[in-house]
């Protein structure tokens, strides 16, 4: 059976690249009928937070990459990574190191001044320690003794076929001197104990990967596949970060992205179906296979994301969409109850968002004080307005359903008997009855704003 895993680092909260590793490994899992594993990688005890273990929670159950076990703490299983270690010493595959840092800062920097690379020299290697004492009261961290001729190769499912020299890696700490593990050796011991058979990630562990699978071989242990994903690159071509619109996942939520936009979005961020832009999760399950992951990095496109969660937005249910929008209009002032239907209010603005918070912003000519300004009034609100406006407010007082078609023939008629051209009213209108010079379509707004309101801005402003 197939068993992914997603094992972040809660260092920080769930961003852009760490949210596509997840959906990629997730996915995986999913298309092949097999199991995904969530385990958090709290071993930097200095650097990481509950308020970042709870944001990841958080952001793969909004994203909906939902996980079959877990979530797993690395801090709760030290006793497990001590035993492994012990294991390998007693086999001569490991062993104590008592060198100091600053011993090893000497090293490095006489390996500089030689033109070497710096590499830990294997002085505490038994056959390499023979006579020497360990200094009074040093704890060792443990090292684990690499091979040192031959190659370690894997066939990469993205990448293809990588082979690393021995020659280039040198004996790894395993085990720091308090008993917590070093990444390398902690995340090997947990994919044995978890029984992944593939390993789906980031190219910036392409470096781990052998260290990784020598310790898996000196256990004896099954290797599992690697597929090692491009990295995500800016539309500039540099590294993503925040000025690139690559933010957290949290953060994509109070945006007003709905999760599964970002999905697609994701999805596509190196990954291809032909020319499919948009599709469901389902499809995309059926479809995923690491084989169509490009090699090359992909590119962030902030104004496609937002492009695409309109489209989603578009033919998002207008009663799902109410649900998601209400809290935001209260949040920000706004007051639903006397409004029109804010299921009918957000069918009609819809087409013309690009979020939840420009859907909730526009809705909010409904709900908030809408207030003109002096300036909008001075402006648009001239004699022939009023004056136009003043036989406006009969036409729609004596109508009898108080409906879009009859609203706008009432317009119609006025703009005739007028001369004025459609703007010189219905500007001017939405002016006072809205507090801004611009909304959908003059006649749909005002069927929802309801007479009473409209009828009462009209006599408080055109008289």
């Not at 070497?116 to 704890?139: C, F, Q």
């Not at 006025?414 to 004025?420: H, M, Q």
Request: net charge negative; with cysteine.
């Amino acid at each position: 059976m197939v068993r992914t895993r997603f094992a972040p680092s809660p260092t920080g909260y769930l961003h852009i690249g760490g949210a596509r590793t997840a959906l990629f490994s997730w996915a995986f899992a999913r298309q092949n009928r097999g199991r995904f594993i969530l385990r958090i990688e709290d071993t930097d005890t200095e650097r990481h937070t509950e308020d970042a273990v709870t944001a990841i929670y958080e952001s793969m159950r909004w994203l909906g990459l939902d996980w079959d076990e877990g979530p797993f703490r690395q801090m709760d299983r030290l006793d497990r990574y001590r035993a492994v270690a012990d294991e390998l010493v007693a086999q001569g595959k490991a062993y104590p190191c008592y060198a100091s840092k600053e011993e090893l800062d000497e090293m490095r920097e006489a390996q500089r001044a030689r033109g070497e690379k710096p590499r830990y020299d294997g002085r505490w290697r038994p056959e390499n320690a023979k006579g020497r004492t360990p200094p009074a009261g040093a704890k060792p961290v443990v090292r684990f003794r690499n091979p040192e001729t031959g190659d370690v190769a894997w066939n990469d499912l993205v990448k293809g076929p990588i082979s690393i020299s021995n020659r280039e890696l040198d004996d790894l700490v395993i085990l720091r001197a308090d008993g917590v593990p070093t990444y390398n050796f902690g995340v090997v011991v947990d994919d044995l104990d978890m029984q992944i058979t593939h390993v789906i990630r980031g190219d910036d562990h392409v470096n781990n990967t052998p260290r990784q699978i020598n310790i898996y071989e000196a256990l004896g242990a099954a290797v599992p596949k690697f597929g090692h994903v491009p990295m995500i690159l800016g539309a500039d071509g540099e590294k993503l970060s925040k000025r690139h619109g690559a933010v957290s996942v949290t953060q994509y939520d109070e945006d007003g992205y709905l999760p599964e936009a970002l999905v697609n979005y994701l999805a596509r961020l190196g990954w291809s179906h032909g020319d499919d832009e948009m599709f469901s999760v389902d499809q995309f399950i059926e479809w995923f296979d690491l084989g169509h992951i490009s090699r090359s990095p992909a590119q962030f496109n902030p104004e496609k994301a937002l492009w695409l969660n309109q489209q989603y937005i578009k033919k998002a249910d207008a009663a799902r969409l109410a649900g998601l929008v209400g809290p935001r209009i209260e949040r920000d002032g706004g007051k639903l109850a006397g409004g029109p239907p804010l299921e009918a209010v957000v069918d009609l603005l819809k087409p013309r968002a690009q979020s939840l918070a420009e859907l909730a912003d526009a809705a909010m000519i409904f709900y908030g004080d809408a207030r003109p300004t002096e300036e909008l009034l001075a402006q648009h609100l001239t004699d022939e307005a009023k004056g136009a406006l003043r036989g406006l407010r009969g036409r729609l007082a004596a109508l009898a359903a108080w409906e879009a078609p009859a609203i706008s023939a009432a317009i119609a008629e006025t703009v005739k008997a007028t001369g004025l051209k459609m703007p010189k009213v219905a500007v001017p209108l939405r002016v006072i009855v809205f507090g801004q010079p611009q909304t959908p379509d003059i006649a749909p707004v005002l069927a929802l704003a309801g007479k009473e309101r409209v009828l009462e801005r009209l006599a408080r402003f055109a008289g």
